[in-house]
Every structure is written in structure tokens, then in C-alpha cells.
T-cell receptor
Framework: NAGVTQTPKFQVLKTGQSMTLQCAQD?????MSWYRQDPGMGLRLIHY???????DQGEVPNGYNVSRSTTEDFPLRLLSAAPSQTSVYFC????????????FGQGTRLTVV | AQRVTQPEKLLSVFKGAPVELKCNYS??????LFWYVQYSRQRLQLLLR??SRESIKGFTADLNKGETSFHLKKPFAQEEDSAMYYC??????????FGPGTRLSVLP
């Protein structure tokens, strides 16, 4: 079982560049989310989706876009990278929140210079 | 707004000593609470959830609605318990709200 797969694991971007972080899950989970992990701030929710075709903003959505065209995939797009977006990004999925646990990807370490 | 606080950024204990990682929350309604753990260079994984009332790796956590707390406890810490611990709250069935995390260091 692959679980939740994130690519790439590491990325360095120049300010102003755009890129897409990929996230795929093979557990047929409805719920998928993107978090960023920063020292002293824990995990903050960027965007989430409760099913294909449905997305919503989390706590820190600015500068990021998402789409959910299939149940399996939930890519995160950085529109114009800024140094403040240097972070570790985690994708997670679950059948539902509360009743089911969240499964996390291995993370993407992004540095914006 | 729903919120999870973990007052300790870093907690250091000696091997064999009891450990308690604090978690407080603010939530309207009946909360679903979780503890997640991240060992070095590994992905986050579920440690335990309050509805199952399990003891995982010797850890337990009790939901105290009066004090809005969900502290994680272990009577005898082991070196392999050294990790980052996150308390999390189910946000009305839509997503999870995580606390800032506590880094536990178990010293030999």
C-alpha cells in the first residue's frame, strides 16, 4: 500500500517562480488537506477538500491554489513563490475527520531564495 | 474559532521518568481529539484518539471537558519516545486543527 505520496521531497525555487506540489492517495479517501509546518507554529492548514470537485480555504491560503479533479489527487500550486513560503509541506487524507485518522505524506521541504 | 494550544515547545525528561505533554483546546460542542507523533525524518502518524480510549506504546490521554484538556501521559519514558508530538482537534468533520507541537527529548 502506497498510502499518501508527495512529490518532490525537496525543492529550491527562486522568488517569483511557480510550481506544483503533487499529492496522491490510493485509499479512496474523501478528505484531503495541505498543511505547512513551521518551527514554533506547528501545522497550519492551507487548503482542504471534502471530495472531488470541492475545495475550501484553511488558515493560511494566500499564495496557494488547489484543485480536486479526482478523488486520488490534490495538487498544491504556488503561484509566485516568496521567501515566506519556505516551509515543509504535508499532504494528508482521511475517510472523514473525527471518525477516521489522517494519513500523512512524507513531506516536501521547500526553500524559496 | 477552534484552537489547540500546547504550552511547552520543548520538554526534556530522563529515561524512566513520568512524562506529561499538555494540550488544551477551545471548541463549541463535543470535540474529537487526537495525538499525532512525528519521529525524526518520518511522517506524522496517529498515536491515539480519545474515542478509542486505547493505550498506545504506553501512552494514554484523557479528555477533560471541564478543563478543556487532553493531556498525553506515560508513566515511564523511553529514549525511543523522543519525537515531536502534536495534539489535534477535529474541526466539525471538515478538517483537523493542530497545536504548535511539543518536542519531547528523553535523556539517557
Amino acid at each position: 500500500n502506497a498510502g499518501v505520496t508527495q512529490t518532490p521531497k525537496f525543492q529550491v525555487l527562486k522568488t517569483g517562480q511557480s510550481m506544483t506540489l503533487q499529492c496522491a492517495q490510493d485509499m479512496n479517501h474523501e478528505y484531503m488537506s495541505w498543511y505547512r509546518q513551521d518551527p514554533g507554529m506547528g501545522l497550519r492548514l492551507i487548503h482542504y477538500s471534502v471530495g472531488a470537485g470541492i475545495t475550501d480555504q484553511g488558515e493560511v491560503p494566500n499564495g496557494y491554489n488547489v484543485s480536486r479533479s479526482t478523488t486520488e489527487d490534490f495538487p498544491l500550486r504556488l503561484l509566485s513563490a516568496a521567501p515566506s513560503q519556505t516551509s515543509v509541506y504535508f499532504c494528508a487524507s482521511s475517510y472523514s475527520t473525527g471518525k477516521g485518522e489522517a494519513f500523512f505524506g512524507q513531506g516536501t521541504r521547500l526553500t524559496v531564495v | 474559532a477552534q484552537r489547540v494550544t500546547q504550552p511547552e515547545k520543548l520538554l526534556s525528561v530522563f529515561k524512566g521518568a513520568p512524562v506529561e505533554l499538555k494540550c488544551n483546546y477551545s471548541y463549541s460542542g463535543s470535540p474529537e481529539l487526537f495525538w499525532y507523533v512525528q519521529y525524526s525524518r518520518q511522517r506524522l502518524q496517529l498515536l491515539l484518539r480519545h474515542i478509542s480510549r486505547e493505550s498506545i506504546k504506553g501512552f494514554t490521554a484523557d479528555l477533560n471537558k471541564g478543563e478543556t484538556s487532553f493531556h498525553l501521559k506515560k508513566p515511564f519514558a523511553q529514549e525511543e519516545d523522543s519525537a515531536m508530538y502534536y495534539c489535534a482537534l477535529d474541526n466539525y468533520g471538515q478538517n483537523f486543527v493542530f497545536g504548535p507541537g511539543t518536542r519531547l527529548s528523553v535523556l539517557p
